[in-house]
């Protein structure tokens, strides 16, 4: 039913008819048999013909890139109720196909059910019914103030789409790292090539199958491939570029990104530090940072990486966590639902090695099991600044305890290494909370509680220094794929008044230009 | 020597100065006294780099800086002031606010045109942001440069805000180094290299660069007065000004009108002979020079055309009918060279403008506020100004910066700050309330799921029509109640109503 809606809809705005809806979706040929069944349903035959050779012919990248151009070009994106039906149509497309969304999740990282709906579903159906509720006051004109020289003009900034950006996803959130910055790239007008990553290959496929379905055809793409595809498409030309994922890909991405001066916005990760110090509640303490720790498997950017606390505080928080964990895992982690796993057999020998090679002692778990590709929760202590697990983001569930006598030395600690994603401090004095705030830099900052500051659509969500460059989520991610164009709008009077700025110079005429131009003038009042 | 320079910059910046804002506003105040004091001595300077008019520097540059500083200081406590934003359920009763911080050393590349502009106003972003400054003005105006590392250092902090000078491989050496943000004001190319080079340490760049700015003449306007804007705004600085107004597109019909408009223009501006006149400024170097006039070869100049090597000067010049296909259509000219392009209407000049890479501003000429806005709307460009050019240039409420090959990032007033602070995102929550908290951890069941997923919910206020009228008839209704249960209440307390409503106050007190 409602696609019909979408296909009507789409019909009208773009004054096109059934050539819009049945182009393939580029690099996937696979489902383009699932598109054709509903989109061709009644329309000639001639279509149905063209459609099967062009999806034969497979469409090149640079061709899927020129294509949406020629959309862009053509003004569809830019109405306001075009977006908003975007926005709706993408809504539909987790809500019907939750349960697909889920099933794929658990195929690829064994997400537990609850964490699927709760990091990957419903995060992403806040945001859009966020964006689709300002969607209307992002987009209106920010009328600025003037000065006296300009005080009869229009004076304004609009919010004016891009072009076609490119939006790289990452495997630890697959849906959501990839479709909340498409929100927002949709929301401002964008067109939009999403690339899914490869390495979580049923979320990968599903997305490939679903967006073409849901969203127009013309303006968004899905693009496929492991790291030469993605090389290769990076040679294109995009008007934005927004990439999620660690140092090493962001640097080509930067690189190929010179080449056409495109503005990108880079997601990296980095080791988030979390420190205890003072007064805790060492059970509600152990319980948020177990919880965001192994969340997804410690899979997440914005878990802690590692603990900062003094000897005495360790003393009290290694039980706090063992009796956490078997309260949220049971005594054998590996049989519990609400664990998730390693995403590939790669990474997981990666972690394996990482913990082998660490020189701090294993006080929790430190099992694995390569066929289900599962490494039990585990917890270090006496671990070195310059140990193996501390040179890199762990991106597991491995929680190393470093141990600092005062709370100067933690901060110094943390200042010492890169500037990380997020950064966290318990305490239950807020002299401690703001001493760390005050002197730390991260991209954001959360006290008492792990993770829940990228859940509020209102916060930007981004890094700084080496844990990346601009930010998103709700009208953040909107202005992020949007170019703030400023106004002027002059009128024909006042000729006398723009006079003084002409040469021949005069003295006279510098001191009135000097008088109009400064932004308090005493004429403030008109 | 570079390397040890930043080094003792980046140390200074880690000792927290920067960090109280009095600290910034006292530097700011420095810098302004610097630019009221120093004034002549700055005219001066950029007489010997481009023969700069002694007005023409106050009024393009120092009059801008001045303002900037000066909103600057009044504006630096609200900037940077933590702002709270929304909450959800599961944060109702925590701080959340985004927190501007300084980013850490800033390197600031600055240009030759307005060498003291391009440098200093983003410097006062910087300051204001609580950043420490690597500022690496122009070698190119020489004078410039050799003042502002003299003067600098003497009304600023030294450590902080170090002035470093030298060509092309200082700055090469230079931008191999580590930066928090790196700003750039130049050319395309140059802002290529700027940007590769920042890979290495995943520094955030802002690229101020050029473009060819299309300025549209629409036969529908008052050509006197916008022959006269366009005329200032191009020859200004010689025509060597980042946002002039590159080339002119209009119909045929106007063209002849258009030319004589300027001509006339020019002869109120800078007389017969622009070479002898003060106001008018020369070509920066020789290369340039050659650059500008070989631009010019094969096509006969209608107005101007004249030139003088050994002052590195070229007239005035406006040409007529060039071909869009021409190599002066090709690159940025920046110089003071103005070709005509005529085209059929205002759709032909909106194609004719999409074609082209987006430029860093686009001027309208048109009567009709409905034609310029369809205007604004079907192209885009870094910035636009309407029946007059380079005007948004002047206000600081206004971002000020490219898109596409025209530049990323925008600055100018409130948004050098932005640009220059990292947003950090700050969730200030308590060990408390961990009855809420419960629903979220492992193990999971599908009623502690449906808790969470209640909480989270964002903004908790939806804005739907259908909560509208929920929320009205429910207001309705609960006065209706409250005042029942007032009547209820009153009579209750045995007061006689229809007493005192009969009676009335008057009777009451009397």
Same mark, same amino acid.
């Given at each position: 039913?409602?696609?019909?809606?979408?296909?009507?809809?789409?019909?009208?705005?773009?004054?096109?008819?059934?050539?819009?809806?049945?182009?393939?979706?580029?690099?996937?040929?696979?489902?383009?048999?699932?598109?054709?069944?509903?989109?061709?349903?009644?329309?000639?035959?001639?279509?149905?013909?063209?459609?099967?050779?062009?999806?034969?012919?497979?469409?090149?990248?640079?061709?899927?890139?020129?294509?949406?151009?020629?959309?862009?070009?053509?003004?569809?994106?830019?109405?306001?109720?075009?977006?908003?039906?975007?926005?709706?149509?993408?809504?539909?497309?987790?809500?019907?196909?939750?349960?697909?969304?889920?099933?794929?999740?658990?195929?690829?990282?064994?997400?537990?059910?609850?964490?699927? @709906?709760?990091?990957?579903?419903?995060?992403?159906?806040?945001?859009?019914?966020?964006?689709?509720?300002?969607?209307?006051?992002?987009?209106?004109?920010?009328?600025?103030?003037?000065?006296?020289?300009?005080?009869?003009?229009?004076?304004?900034?609009?919010?004016?789409?891009?072009? @076609?950006?490119?939006?790289?996803?990452?495997?630890?959130?697959?849906?959501?790292?990839?479709?909340?910055?498409?929100?927002?790239?949709?929301?401002?007008?964008?067109?939009?090539?999403?690339?899914?990553?490869?390495?979580?290959?049923?979320?990968?496929?599903?997305?490939?199958?679903?967006?073409?379905?849901?969203?127009?055809?013309?303006?968004?793409?899905?693009?496929?491939?492991?790291?030469?595809?993605?090389?290769?498409?990076?040679?294109?030309?995009?008007?934005?570029?927004?990439?999620?994922?660690?140092?090493?890909?962001?640097?080509?991405?930067?690189?190929?990104?010179?080449?056409?001066?495109?503005?990108?916005?880079?997601?990296?990760?980095?080791?988030?530090?979390?420190?205890?110090?003072?007064?805790?509640?060492?059970?509600?303490?152990?319980?948020?940072?177990?919880?965001?720790?192994?969340?997804?498997?410690?899979?997440?950017?914005?878990?802690?990486?590692?603990?900062?606390?003094?000897?005495?505080?360790?003393?009290?928080?290694?039980?706090?966590?063992?009796?956490?964990?078997?309260?949220?895992?049971?005594?054998?982690?590996?049989?519990?639902?609400?664990?998730?796993?390693?995403?590939?057999?790669?990474?997981?020998?990666?972690?394996?090695?990482?913990?082998?090679?660490?020189?701090?002692? @294993?006080?929790?778990?430190?099992?694995?099991?390569?066929?289900?590709?599962?490494?039990?929760?585990?917890?270090?202590?006496?671990?070195?600044?310059?140990?193996?697990?501390?040179?890199?983001?762990?991106?597991?569930?491995?929680?190393?305890?470093?141990?600092?006598?005062?709370?100067?030395?933690?901060?110094?600690?943390?200042?010492?290494?890169?500037?990380?994603?997020?950064?966290?401090?318990?305490?239950?004095?807020?002299?401690?909370?703001?001493?760390?705030?005050?002197?730390?830099?991260?991209?954001?900052?959360?006290?008492?509680?792990?993770?829940?500051?990228?859940?509020?659509?209102?916060?930007?969500?981004?890094?700084?220094?080496?844990?990346?460059?601009?930010?998103?989520?709700?009208?953040?991610?909107?202005?992020?794929?949007?170019?703030?164009?400023?106004?002027?709008?002059?009128?024909?009077?006042?000729?006398?008044?723009?006079?003084?700025?002409?040469?021949?110079?005069?003295?006279?005429?510098?001191?009135?230009?000097?008088?109009?131009?400064?932004?308090?003038?005493?004429?403030?009042?008109? | 020597?570079?390397?040890?320079?930043?080094?003792?910059?980046?140390?200074?910046?880690?000792?927290?100065?920067?960090?109280?804002?009095?600290?910034?506003?006292?530097?700011?105040?420095?810098?302004?006294?610097?630019?009221?004091?120093?004034?002549?001595?700055?005219?001066?300077?950029?007489?010997?780099?481009?023969?700069?008019?002694?007005?023409?520097?106050?009024?393009?540059?120092?009059?801008?800086?001045?303002?900037?500083?000066?909103?600057?200081?009044?504006?630096?406590?609200?900037?940077?002031?933590?702002?709270?934003?929304?909450?959800?359920?599961?944060?109702?009763?925590?701080?959340?606010?985004?927190?501007?911080?300084?980013?850490?050393?800033?390197?600031?590349?600055?240009?030759?045109?307005?060498?003291?502009?391009?440098?200093?106003?983003?410097?006062?972003?910087?300051?204001?942001?609580?950043?420490?400054?690597?500022?690496?003005?122009?070698?190119?105006?020489?004078?410039?440069?050799?003042?502002?590392?003299?003067?600098?250092?003497?009304?600023?902090?030294?450590?902080?805000?170090?002035?470093?000078?030298?060509?092309?491989?200082?700055?090469?050496?230079?931008?191999?180094?580590?930066?928090?943000?790196?700003?750039?004001?130049?050319?395309?190319?140059?802002?290529?290299?700027?940007?590769?080079?920042?890979?290495?340490?995943?520094?955030?760049?802002?690229?101020?660069?050029?473009?060819?700015?299309?300025?549209?003449?629409?036969?529908?306007?008052?050509?006197?007065?916008?022959?006269?804007?366009?005329?200032?705004?191009?020859?200004? =600085?010689?025509?060597?000004?980042?946002?002039?107004?590159?080339?002119?597109?209009?119909?045929?019909?106007?063209?002849?009108?258009?030319?004589?408009?300027?001509?006339?223009?020019?002869?109120?501006?800078?007389?017969?002979?622009?070479?002898?006149?003060?106001?008018?400024?020369?070509?920066?170097?020789?290369?340039?020079?050659?650059?500008?006039?070989?631009?010019?070869?094969?096509?006969?100049?209608?107005?101007?055309?004249?030139?003088?090597?050994?002052?590195?000067?070229?007239?005035?010049?406006?040409?007529?009918?060039?071909?869009?296909?021409?190599?002066?259509?090709?690159?940025?000219?920046?110089?003071?060279?103005?070709?005509?392009?005529?085209?059929?209407?205002?759709?032909?000049?909106?194609?004719?403008?999409?074609?082209?890479?987006?430029?860093?501003?686009?001027?309208?000429?048109?009567?009709?506020?409905?034609?310029?806005?369809?205007?604004?709307?079907?192209?885009?460009?870094?910035?636009?100004?309407?029946?007059?050019?380079?005007?948004?240039?002047?206000?600081?409420?206004?971002?000020?910066?490219?898109?596409?090959?025209?530049?990323?990032?925008?600055?100018?007033?409130?948004?050098?700050?932005?640009?220059?602070?990292?947003?950090?995102?700050?969730?200030?929550?308590?060990?408390?309330?961990?009855?809420? =908290?419960?629903?979220?951890?492992?193990?999971?069941?599908?009623?502690?799921?449906?808790?969470?997923?209640?909480?989270?919910?964002?903004?908790?206020?939806?804005?739907?029509?259908?909560?509208?009228?929920?929320?009205?008839?429910?207001?309705?209704?609960?006065?209706?109640?409250?005042?029942?249960?007032?009547?209820?209440?009153?009579?209750?307390?045995?007061?006689?109503?229809?007493?005192?409503?009969?009676?009335?106050?008057?009777?009451?007190?009397?």
């Amino acid at each position: 039913m409602r696609m019909t809606s979408a296909l009507s809809f789409l019909t009208q705005v773009t004054g096109k008819s059934s050539r819009n809806l049945q182009g393939t979706t580029p690099g996937n040929t696979r489902d383009s048999s699932v598109c054709s069944s509903w989109s061709l349903r009644g329309l000639r035959g001639w279509c149905r013909l063209r459609h099967t050779s062009q999806s034969e012919r497979m469409e090149t990248q640079s061709q899927v890139v020129e294509r949406l151009r020629e959309t862009f070009r053509s003004g569809v994106t830019l109405p306001e109720q075009f977006r908003r039906t975007q926005l709706t149509n993408l809504i539909a497309m987790i809500e019907e196909n939750e349960e697909q969304i889920i099933k794929a999740l658990h195929k690829d990282l064994a997400k537990p059910k609850f964490e699927a @709906v709760l990091s990957e579903v419903d995060i992403l159906i806040n945001e859009l019914y966020y964006a689709n509720a300002n969607l209307n006051s992002w987009m209106k004109r920010e009328y600025v103030t003037k000065n006296l020289a300009t005080k009869l003009d229009d004076c304004f900034v609009r919010r004016e789409p891009l072009g @076609v950006v490119l939006v790289i996803g990452a495997w630890n959130y697959p849906l959501q790292l990839l479709l909340l910055p498409m929100v927002g790239a949709i929301a401002a007008g964008n067109c939009v090539i999403i690339k899914p990553s490869e390495i979580s290959a049923a979320t990968e496929q599903l997305i490939a199958e679903l967006v073409p379905k849901y969203l127009s055809q013309d303006c968004y793409a899905v693009v496929q491939g492991g790291a030469e595809e993605t090389k290769a498409l990076l040679k294109n030309r995009f008007d934005h570029i927004f990439y999620t994922g660690s140092q090493a890909v962001a640097r080509s991405v930067l690189v190929a990104a010179s080449v056409h001066l495109t503005p990108v916005t880079l997601e990296l990760g980095g080791k988030c530090p979390c420190l205890l110090y003072g007064a805790v509640n060492m059970a509600a303490a152990a319980r948020r940072l177990v919880w965001a720790k192994y969340f997804n498997s410690g899979q997440s950017c914005v878990a802690p990486d590692y603990v900062l606390c003094t000897p005495a505080t360790r003393e009290a928080l290694l039980p706090e966590i063992q009796k956490t964990l078997v309260d949220c895992f049971g005594t054998e982690p590996q049989a519990s639902p609400d664990l998730g796993r390693i995403v590939s057999p790669r990474h997981w020998t990666h972690l394996m090695e990482l913990l082998g090679r660490s020189k701090g002692k @294993v006080v929790v778990g430190g099992e694995g099991n390569q066929e289900d590709k599962y490494i039990a929760p585990t917890v270090l202590v006496d671990v070195a600044e310059d140990d193996a697990l501390m040179q890199e983001e762990i991106f597991g569930p491995i929680l190393p305890i470093i141990c600092v006598d005062t709370l100067e030395e933690g901060i110094a600690f943390i200042n010492r290494q890169e500037k990380p994603l997020a950064l966290y401090v318990f305490s239950e004095e807020s002299s401690v909370v703001e001493t760390v705030l005050k002197n730390t830099s991260s991209g954001g900052f959360c006290s008492n509680d792990g993770i829940l500051h990228m859940t509020l659509p209102s916060l930007p969500f981004g890094g700084v220094g080496s844990s990346g460059w601009g930010n998103y989520h709700g009208r953040w991610g909107f202005e992020t794929f949007s170019h703030r164009r400023a106004c002027m709008l002059r009128g024909w009077g006042l000729e006398m008044l723009n006079g003084l700025r002409y040469p021949p110079y005069t003295e006279r005429k510098l001191s009135w230009v000097r008088w109009s131009a400064s932004p308090k003038s005493m004429c403030s009042l008109m | 020597m570079d390397r040890q320079t930043v080094q003792r910059t980046r140390e200074a910046f880690l000792s927290g100065r920067t960090r109280p804002l009095e600290f910034r506003l006292q530097q700011l105040h420095a810098l302004k006294r610097m630019i009221n004091e120093k004034e002549t001595e700055i005219s001066t300077a950029l007489k010997q780099d481009i023969n700069r008019s002694q007005y023409d520097t106050p009024l393009l540059e120092l009059i801008g800086i001045e303002n900037e500083i000066k909103l600057a200081i009044d504006k630096l406590a609200v900037w940077a002031a933590p702002r709270p934003v929304e909450r959800n359920l599961l944060t109702i009763s925590d701080e959340v606010y985004i927190q501007p911080e300084p980013l850490g050393v800033v390197l600031i590349i600055g240009a030759w045109n307005y060498p003291w502009a391009l440098t200093l106003v983003p410097l006062i972003g910087a300051i204001a942001a609580g950043n420490a400054a690597v500022v690496k003005p122009s070698e190119l105006s020489e004078y410039s440069s050799l003042l502002l590392r003299a003067l600098l250092p003497r009304y600023l902090d030294k450590d902080l805000y170090p002035v470093v000078t030298g060509g092309v491989s200082e700055t090469q050496e230079l931008l191999r180094l580590r930066f928090d943000h790196v700003f750039y004001t130049g050319s395309s190319t140059v802002g290529k290299l700027v940007m590769e080079a920042a890979a290495r340490h995943l520094t955030p760049v802002t690229l101020e660069l050029g473009g060819k700015s299309p300025c549209y003449i629409d036969k529908n306007c008052d050509i006197r007065t916008a022959c006269r804007r366009i005329t200032w705004g191009k020859f200004v =600085n010689c025509g060597q000004t980042c946002i002039a107004p590159d080339f002119i597109l209009c119909e045929p019909c106007i063209q002849g009108q258009v030319v004589e408009c300027i001509r006339q223009t020019l002869l109120e501006f800078y007389g017969a002979d622009p070479k002898c006149s003060p106001d008018y400024g020369r070509i920066v170097n020789q290369r340039h020079f050659n650059r500008v006039i070989g631009l010019m070869e094969g096509y006969t100049p209608v107005v101007g055309g004249q030139s003088d090597a050994s002052q590195c000067y070229i007239a005035p010049t406006v040409l007529k009918d060039v071909p869009p296909q021409s190599r002066m259509m090709q690159e940025e000219i920046f110089g003071p060279l103005l070709p005509i392009v005529t085209v059929s209407d205002m759709d032909d000049a909106i194609h004719f403008i999409n074609e082209r890479e987006k430029p860093l501003a686009l001027y309208i000429f048109c009567s009709d506020k409905k034609a310029s806005k369809k205007m604004i709307g079907e192209t885009t460009s870094g910035g636009v100004t309407v029946n007059d050019v380079m005007m948004h240039y002047t206000l600081s409420s206004l971002p000020f910066g490219g898109v596409g090959q025209s530049g990323m990032g925008r600055y100018h007033g409130k948004h050098t700050f932005d640009q220059l602070s990292h947003q950090r995102a700050c969730l200030i929550r308590s060990l408390g309330m961990e009855s809420v =908290n419960l629903a979220r951890y492992p193990p999971q069941d599908r009623r502690r799921a449906r808790r969470v997923r209640m909480a989270l919910r964002s903004p908790l206020i939806d804005m739907s029509k259908r909560t509208f009228i929920w929320a009205v008839t429910a207001t309705i209704i609960g006065f209706g109640l409250f005042i029942s249960l007032l009547v209820i209440l009153l009579i209750a307390s045995g007061l006689n109503c229809t007493c005192w409503y009969w009676r009335g106050f008057y009777n009451y007190f009397y």
